[in-house]
């Protein structure tokens, strides 16, 4: 069972569409946070969000922590075929310093 | 920039065999970790080490053993492969083992078991 869902996992949309990707637990988290990751290469951090109803922009990028911090959600503006990669919520819960808990992640496909 | 350095990237084994993954970290950070990833599941712990001297398992430690040789080095062993180990390994740091760290991660070893 994994503890935190994402969805969709896969997305294959035309360049200039906009997304949202998932990330939900029925647990509380401390903090969340959504890394990117490309092909041959480890995940690069993106966000960290911390503070329930948070929202944070990154350029195109929009990620929200939701009012109870058990889910949050990534928005892409206009994508890019740029942005094309994995996606990867993970969350930190409160006695489990170090132990941050990954979704299965979300597979971006932006083509031109 | 080196950050995370993880050899080998690529290894092939037969079932039984035994092998070590070597990871290297040069931004002073005090804590380390193994991550295990297979399609569709996202990135499972193996074992972290909060701080040198210290190693701690994770979600899946079964059939792995670590080392924390000193605070830059974390080292991944398997004792005995089995197919089911046939996987990407990462290696990631960050500075304290505090909730809202960043990890730094490594480029992955690719790692198949016959």
């Known amino acids: 069972t994994q503890l935190l869902e994402q969805s969709p996992q896969f997305l294959s949309i035309q360049e200039g569409e906009n997304l949202t990707v998932y990330c939900n637990s029925s647990?509380?988290?401390?903090?969340l946070q959504w890394y990117r990751q490309e092909p041959g290469e480890g995940p690069v951090l993106l966000v960290t969000?911390?503070?329930?109803?948070e929202v944070k922009k990154l350029k195109r990028l929009t990620f929200q922590f939701g009012d109870a911090r058990k889910d949050s959600s990534l928005h892409i503006t206009a994508a890019q075929t740029g942005d094309t990669g994995l996606y990867l919520c993970?969350?930190?819960?409160?006695?489990?310093?170090?132990?941050?808990?990954f979704g299965q992640g979300t597979t971006l496909q932006v083509k031109p | 920039n080196a950050g995370v350095t993880q050899t080998p990237k690529f290894q092939v084994l037969k079932t039984g065999q035994s092998m070590t993954l070597q990871c290297a970290q040069d931004?002073?950070?005090?804590?380390m970790y193994w991550y295990r990833q297979d399609p569709g599941m996202g990135l499972r712990l193996i074992y972290y080490?909060?701080?040198?001297?210290?190693?701690d398992k994770g979600e899946v430690p079964n059939g792995y053993n670590v080392s924390r040789l000193n605070k830059r080095e974390f080292s991944l062993r398997l004792e005995s492969a089995a197919p089911s180990q046939t996987s990407v390994y990462f290696c990631?740091?960050?500075?304290?083992?505090?909730?809202?760290?960043?990890?730094?991660f490594g480029e992955g070893s690719r790692l198949t078991v016959l």
């Open positions: 993970a969350g930190a819960r409160s006695g489990n310093t170090g132990k941050l808990i």
């Open positions: 931004m002073n950070h005090n804590s």
């Open positions: 990631a740091s960050t500075r304290t083992s505090g909730i809202t760290g960043e990890l730094f």
């Open positions: 647990s509380v988290f401390s903090s």
């Open positions: 080490s909060a701080s040198e001297g210290t190693t």
């Open positions: 969000v911390v503070t329930g109803g």
